[in-house]
């Protein structure tokens, strides 16, 4: 995914990080280097708002949190899948 322009942090690095930027989990650096990206980038920043969204949804409709295992072979396949469709495309 990319809107064809340069940007100093690439979408490929930022949708990998959006989940950690979502959760608070970056350091000020990377999350100002991730805010200045979705600033800049229309897809970046649609990818962004479905994942907050789909985020919020889930918290308003599960009572417990998941436990850090699941959450963490979930994120797993969510690189796995992100990669083949960077092969894919």
């Known amino acids: 995914m990319s809107c064809?322009?340069?940007?100093?942090?690439?979408?490929?690095e930022v949708l990998d990080r959006i989940y950690a930027y979502l959760d608070g989990e970056l350091d000020a650096e990377e999350g100002s280097k991730v805010r200045q990206h979705l600033d800049e980038c229309g897809p970046c920043l649609r990818e962004y708002g479905l994942e907050d969204v789909v985020k919020k949804l889930i918290r308003q409709r599960c009572c417990d949190p998941a436990p850090v295992d699941l959450r963490a072979k979930v994120l797993v396949r969510i690189q796995e899948v992100r990669a083949e469709i960077r092969v894919v495309d």
């Open 4 to 12: 064809g322009k340069h940007h100093d942090t690439p979408c490929t």
